[in-house]
């Protein structure tokens, strides 16, 4: 047992290291150029001087938007694929980006953005994310309880139903408005409002501590529900608040950053790979994993055909699916079910 | 021990087991037998709150089930499921499983006591050898004695098994068993289960539950239920029941319809 705490350590160590050398290495790349030797004083020091702007007002709250949205991202899959037992689902399976994207459209679509600023499109987001949750959650609610299989099948069509109604949106709208559309559909970490990245921060960190008192929970579900039951957990409780976290958190997501795909699909498999099933370490691990995922993707994304910035959704999805592809081909004899 | 009155429950379906009363004295092996569909897994469910009952009650040492915390419950009764997944864990991982009900919001790792039990859960079930194998590669038998080790990890004085002798060989079904009446007299471990076997219901249990269309048929030794009448009325199949010579317990024997065919034939001659 020891032997295994010390593993956990060791992953954990390993994994926030690589967020701290990423993170200062997003810092120093872009157009201006920073060397790292130069990063403390300019930060420390550095008065007003344009380093310091820069490193402060735009690259530092990037960063940190990219730890608590990747974070959040890959914490609602490990919630969500230990909730489901099924290692296919993700948080945009459940219709919550659908809603929050179909939120979005109608607010650029009916400019919003003039009437209410910078905040007309998280809010939106939000609220479409909420509405396609509750959608979701009450239809699935049976005689017996949150009915799981439900939930996924229900997730689905909702997902489908909001695509739908976007393409309707973006058929009617006019070729600026598409355009706006399109761009934030592919996710961004650019977000010019603080305190929008100050709330992402605090719900991420917040939501990392409230699921890590269900790793036990979520350990007993892997036994499957009946199981876990007899293993005197509240089931019941458990699915429903779980779900409604996932939820939370991809809504929020998804509302500030636009859609970011695969990082809740492989950040959670890569990481039952690397420390195993066990949710102790897991939801940990992942967290800590999505945030350094994002930040490289997105500091790839920034820099790799300046002064061109590609959509970070399109880095995530390339790199995520050739990795996913590559750990499903690897992946030993008998594992493949079960490692969920 | 356990003390089921007056107990209906059943499921959306329209089935349902009625008016079912049953008095399991602590210590014994209660043998739960009867046809397919006849109830016997649904009074397991009842027992362990997986399915509210309509009517009636269960008493557990004198405290009706429905008043105990999920998790109280989980600490005195145990159950060995056929439709449990193992996931991709080790089995001393699956074992330890077993002492989730004794966890504190507070406490996320296993203690060392945690540890200590459920190593003598693994002993005392021969699967301490297997600690480091993964759940999905060992035999069927190993699982079944893994997933008792689990449940004798929870420290019940209550344990449920589901046929827990189903797709085993005979040694296997008869080394599971052996350690089920040991665990009995051991620990003064009170048993339900679900055999399908008769024989094997009638050698190792102290007393049988006949189930048969959602009642009880015939409760009581296996020498009173075991009897050929009984079993032809409830299993429409004719049978013959003699003694085992060495154990004295009944043991029941199918008789094939050309055999009978055959018997009738030379008994005209």
Request: hydrophobic content about 50%; charged content about 20%.
């Amino acid at each position: 047992m020891k032997n295994r705490l010390a593993h956990w350590a060791a992953a954990l160590l390993i994994l926030g290291g690589l967020l701290a050398s990423v993170g200062i290495i997003s810092l120093c790349l872009g157009p201006a150029d920073i060397s790292p030797a130069r990063l403390l004083p300019a930060l420390v020091h550095g008065g007003d001087t344009i380093e310091r702007t820069i490193l402060c007002d735009v690259r530092l709250p990037r960063i940190l938007l990219g730890i608590a949205v990747g974070g959040a991202l890959s914490l609602a899959g490990v919630i969500l694929q230990g909730l489901f037992r099924n290692p296919l689902v993700e948080p945009y399976t459940m219709g919550i980006s659908g809603g929050a994207a179909l939120g979005v459209c109608l607010a650029i679509l009916l400019r919003l953005g003039k009437n209410f600023g910078v905040w007309s499109l998280p809010v939106a987001g939000s609220i479409g994310a909420a509405a396609a949750i509750f959608a979701v959650y009450f239809l699935s609610i049976g005689k017996g309880g949150l009915n799981i299989r439900n939930l996924l099948l229900i997730g689905i069509m909702i997902s489908f139903i909001c695509s739908s109604l976007i393409t309707l949106i973006m058929a009617i709208s006019k070729v600026e408005d598409l355009h706006g559309i399109i761009f934030w559909a592919m996710g961004s970490l650019e977000q010019p409002n603080p305190l929008l990245v100050r709330i992402a921060v605090i719900v991420s960190v917040v939501a990392l501590g409230i699921s890590y008192f269900f790793c036990l929970e979520l350990n007993a579900l892997l036994l499957g529900e009946e199981e876990a039951f007899h293993l005197g957990i509240n089931i019941e409780a458990a699915k429903r608040l779980l779900f409604i976290l996932a939820s939370v958190i991809t809504g929020l997501s998804v509302s500030v950053a636009g859609i970011i795909g695969f990082v809740g699909l492989v950040v959670p498999h890569f990481m039952r790979l690397f420390v195993g099933g066990d949710h102790r370490i897991l939801i940990p691990a992942a967290w800590l994993c999505g945030g350094v995922f994002l930040v490289f993707c997105d500091t790839l994304a920034r820099t790799v055909i300046s002064p061109t910035e590609l959509p970070v959704g399109v880095v995530t999805g390339l790199l995520g699916g050739i990795i996913f592809v590559y750990v499903l081909c690897r992946r030993p004899e008998g594992k493949s079910r079960c490692s969920i | 021990m356990l003390d089921i009155s007056n107990l209906t429950c059943g499921y959306d379906s329209g089935f349902a087991i009625r008016n079912i009363n049953l008095r399991v004295p602590a210590g014994e092996i209660i043998g739960v037998i009867g046809p397919n569909g006849s109830g016997k897994t649904t009074l397991l469910r009842a027992i362990t709150r997986s399915l509210k009952p309509a009517s009636g009650a269960i008493r557990l040492e004198g405290t009706d089930i429905r008043r105990l915390k999920i998790r109280d419950l989980a600490r005195k009764i145990a159950v060995v499921s056929q439709s449990a997944e193992s996931g991709f864990m080790t089995v001393e991982e699956f074992v330890l499983l077993g002492r989730t009900p004794y966890y504190d919001r507070f406490r996320f790792l296993e203690t060392k006591n945690d540890l200590k039990i459920a190593r003598n859960a693994m002993a005392s079930t021969d699967v301490l050898r297997l600690k480091d194998q993964i759940m999905s590669r060992i035999s069927g038998g190993e699982r079944q004695l893994a997933l008792i080790a689990r449940a004798l990890a929870q420290e019940p004085k209550l344990l449920l098994l589901d046929e827990p002798t189903t797709y085993l060989d005979i040694t296997h079904q008869v080394g599971i068993l052996d350690l089920i009446r040991r665990l009995n007299i051991n620990f003064a471990l009170t048993v339900i289960m679900v055999l399908h076997d008769l024989n094997l219901a009638g050698e190792y249990c102290h007393r049988l539950a006949l189930f048969n269309k959602g009642a009880i048929h015939k409760f009581g030794l296996p020498e009173e239920v075991l009897n050929y009448r009984i079993i032809e009325d409830v299993y429409k199949t004719v049978v013959i029941v003699e003694k085992n010579p060495i154990s004295r317990k009944p043991y029941v024997m199918a008789v094939s319809e050309a055999a009978q065919e055959a018997n009738r034939e030379h008994n005209k001659d």
